[in-house]
């Protein structure tokens, strides 16, 4: 049974990795630290170099899903000479010791004449917050170092504050949020485009004023940035926010899915499965809620544990994996591995708990679910079947 479950979860890898096209992203130079500097010397560009560890998961993210890009490499390429060094092995020990590197992945900009950290940056994070990253090296006065020193010495302008926040927010700061509030506290206004934008992308979750103030001011903010985006934002801050919080909002498209939600997450936090996995049945004919943005949320809560799961009673079980099975009838992401894996784990561990106790595995898990999707299968549901 194990080697037929690992058999399925590589071809869902397979699948994972061949839906994604071939890319030409970063080049790394292969050479040792000081042939990285001639070199970068000869060429008139500033060192790049990922310090990274074999243990470190962003790390690997970020080699795999951010470096590969074509777009990030047309820029990298152009401007840096790349490093990838091991902050645990060889020269790598002491460039980590000597640029005091402490978390991983940490990114630094360097000048090869002087051997300076122009910019350092770190953290998991997307294309655009890595591409940043890129033009702040590469921008006289824009680098983290020269930045740094200028709010230090005070007497900057709301210009310099707002490249001082997208440069933090490219670095994923936890100051951001600060930053932000003393930005409009300087005469910025959330109705200015730009600052919009750094709202809508640095500034996440309920832990702020802003989001009330959308709220109140939804017909004006609408009509300046369309109802599409001002919808997006709320329903994104929104999205695990309780329940309470949400009903007292403005109308917003996205509002009734995330109340929904929190209904759903709150009988699955419960041990309520069955419940909540009726719950999301019940809602097939309503268009205001998302199902494949519910089956992708609800993995998580109805993972299977082996060893704390024993304390279970078999038919909470069997429910969770109900719950797993819809998931992955319903996650038909190519990319998402993880919600297949789930259920694969799930399936092994009831087939195991029946044949330990004696039990049955209900004939209703044999057959294809009650809603969603009814084949086992990684196409979209929009995507008809090419005619022969």
């Known amino acids: 049974m194990k080697k037929i479950l690992f058999a399925l979860l590589l071809i869902f890898v397979n699948l994972s990795l061949t839906a994604q096209p071939r890319t030409s992203g970063i080049r790394f130079f292969e050479g040792t630290w000081d042939e990285a500097l001639a070199l970068a010397r000869s060429e008139g560009k500033t060192v790049f170099i990922d310090f990274y560890t074999e243990w470190c998961g962003p790390c690997l993210t970020m080699a795999l899903g951010v470096f590969t890009l074509p777009e990030v490499g047309e820029v990298y390429n152009a401007r840096f000479i790349n490093l990838k060094i091991d902050a645990e092995k060889g020269e790598g020990v002491e460039l980590a010791r000597r640029y005091e590197v402490r978390s991983f992945p940490t990114f630094l900009f360097v000048d090869p004449a002087t051997q300076q950290v122009i910019h350092r940056s770190g953290s998991n994070k997307s294309a655009e917050r890595f591409l940043h990253d890129a033009f702040c090296a590469s921008t006289p006065g824009r680098g983290s170092v020269a930045m740094e020193a200028r709010k230090?010495?005070?007497?900057?302008?709301?210009?310099?504050l707002k490249e001082y926040i997208l440069m933090k927010d490219a670095a994923r700061s936890r100051e951001v949020p600060e930053l932000f509030a003393e930005f409009l506290d300087a005469g910025a206004d959330l109705r200015q485009?730009?600052?919009w934008a750094i709202y809508v992308t640095a500034i996440t979750g309920l832990d702020n004023p802003y989001l009330q103030q959308v709220s109140d001011g939804y017909d004006d903010f609408a009509a300046i940035f369309g109802r599409e985006a001002v919808d997006a934002k709320l329903a994104d801050a929104t999205a695990n926010a309780p329940e309470q919080v949400i009903a007292s909002l403005c109308d917003f498209a996205g509002k009734e899915h995330n109340i929904f939600w929190q209904r759903v997450s709150r009988l699955l936090r419960d041990g309520r499965f069955g419940e909540a996995l009726q719950m999301v049945y019940d809602s097939y004919d309503n268009p205001a809620v998302d199902q494949h943005d519910i089956a992708d949320r609800m993995y998580y809560q109805v993972r299977i544990f082996p060893s704390r799961d024993n304390e279970l009673p078999f038919e909470t079980v069997v429910d969770k994996v109900?719950?797993?099975?819809?998931?992955?009838?319903?996650?038909?992401?190519?990319?998402?591995?993880?919600?297949?894996?789930?259920?694969?784990?799930?399936?092994?561990?009831?087939?195991?708990?029946?044949v330990r106790e004696g039990r049955q595995i209900p004939p209703e898990l044999l057959a294809a679910p009650q809603r969603g999707q009814r084949d086992y299968n990684l196409r979209h549901p929009a995507l008809k079947l090419k005619p022969r």
């Open 322 to 354: 109900r719950c797993l099975r819809h998931v992955a009838y319903n996650v038909y992401d190519r990319e998402k591995v993880y919600p297949h894996f789930e259920y694969a784990v799930g399936l092994e561990y009831l087939i195991g708990r029946a």
């Open 152 to 160: 230090a010495a005070g007497g900057y302008d709301a210009q310099f």
């Open 193 to 195: 485009p730009d600052v």
